[in-house]
Structure formats: structure tokens, C-alpha cells
């Protein structure tokens, strides 16, 4: 069992940055692929970023490519979303989730994951 928490989210400009994090529980997180969510009001919850157990291997969405940055801290058990150049559109409710890694590329798809937090929300002001 893994327990995630995030943290950093808030109201920021358009065109400013915010970096998101989540604190993982157990010794375990290391061998986890490790992937961020979004849920904007009216929308499903779409994919983000993932990453796999090393960091070695990432991905992004189209809509955040070139934008956002994904990466982990294993030694402090700490999955990062660096969001840069934000827009309106990336407003949402922001959600780290975890899943045992099963192979070198990290899985990305929403139902692969059976870890999640709580959410942090993220408001973009035009």
C-alpha cells in the first residue's frame, strides 16, 4: 500500500510557473512508475506526465510537452511537475498516482494506476 500526498498547487498568471509536489509513504516508491493527472471541471481525467521507476524514461502529454517537467527523488520519496509558460487551460485539480513499474517505460493510462492522492488544486488567470 502507498499513501500520496500533494502539495504546491495555487492561483498563478498565466505565463507563470508553479511545481507540484507528492510525498510518498513505504520503501517501496522506488520501484513504482509514478504519473501525474488533471481533472478540469466538466472534463475526465486526463494523463499528464509519467515516469518510471528510475527516471530514466518520461512521458507528456501533446497539450504540456515543452512545458511541463517530470521528475522523482527516490531518496526522498518525492514525485515533482515542474509547470512552466502556465495557460488558463491547465487549470484543474492536479493528482499524482503510483503503479508498480512492469517494464522500462512507465505505464500512462489513467486505469493502469491503483494509487492515488488526494489532489491539489492549479488555477491559471488570464
Known amino acids: 500500500q502507498v499513501q500520496l500526498v500533494e502539495s504546491g498547487g495555487g492561483l498563478e498568471q498565466a505565463g507563470g510557473s508553479l511545481r507540484l509536489s507528492c510525498v510518498a509513504s513505504g520503501r517501496t516508491f522506488s520501484t513504482y512508475d509514478m504519473g501525474w493527472f488533471r481533472q478540469a471541471p466538466g472534463k475526465e481525467r486526463e494523463t499528464v506526465a509519467a515516469?518510471?521507476?528510475?527516471?530514466?524514461?518520461?512521458y507528456y502529454a501533446d497539450s504540456v510537452t515543452g512545458r511541463f517537467t517530470i521528475s522523482r527523488d527516490n531518496a526522498k520519496l518525492t514525485l515533482y511537475l515542474q509547470m512552466n509558460n502556465l495557460k488558463p487551460e491547465d487549470t484543474a485539480v492536479y493528482y499524482c498516482?503510483?503503479?508498480?513499474?512492469?517494464?522500462?517505460?512507465?505505464?500512462?493510462?489513467?486505469?493502469?494506476?491503483?494509487?492515488w492522492g488526494q489532489g491539489t488544486q492549479v488555477t491559471v488567470s488570464s
Open positions: 498516482a503510483a503503479r508498480p513499474s512492469v517494464a522500462a517505460r512507465p505505464r500512462t493510462r489513467e486505469y493502469e494506476y491503483m494509487y
Open positions: 515516469i518510471n521507476w528510475s527516471g530514466d524514461y518520461t
